[in-house]
């Protein structure tokens, strides 16, 4: 299985667990970075934040360092299941998903209180994209 089919597989399998701000454990609820986290995580990847690292509401940083040394590259081309993708889902809002194939996204939904599956909304624009570098040395392919 393709690296980016088991994180698509990963985020699937979250579906259901409940919101929750700032969630980073599927135990007690996730957030939308936390669905990310996670979903690396049942994959063997791990993206290690500074032990400060408190993201701002309304925006997304995260040290670029960060995401290449968890194995992630930009995703150029067309959207493949297991992308990351940073979404703007309104003017001054960012969020946080995974392709999972078909148009389909998995995603915290903080609204109805849950990760969901569902299509991705025209309305919200890919800002960028990144998947799990296939040829990358990292945790997973040891």
């Known amino acids: 299985m393709l690296r980016t089919e088991a994180l698509a597989n990963a985020a699937s399998e979250l579906v259901g667990t409940p919101f929750r701000l700032q969630g980073r454990d599927p135990a007690h609820g996730l957030d939308c970075i936390g669905l990310v986290l996670a979903s690396l995580a049942a994959v063997g990847a791990r993206i290690d934040l500074p032990a400060d690292y408190r ?14 040394a968890a194995g992630l590259v930009a995703a150029d081309g067309g959207r493949r299941a297991g992308d990351i993708l940073l979404l703007r ?54």
């Open 89 to 142: 889902t309104a003017p001054a809002q960012l969020h946080t998903a995974i392709a999972i194939g078909n148009g389909d996204i998995v995603h915290a939904h903080a609204g109805l209180g849950r990760v969901v599956r569902s299509p991705l909304p025209d309305s919200w624009p890919i800002l960028a994209a990144w998947r799990l570098d296939p040829d990358g040395d990292t945790p997973w392919q040891r």
């Open 55 to 68: 993201p701002r509401r309304r925006s997304f940083t995260v040290p670029l360092d960060a995401l290449h």
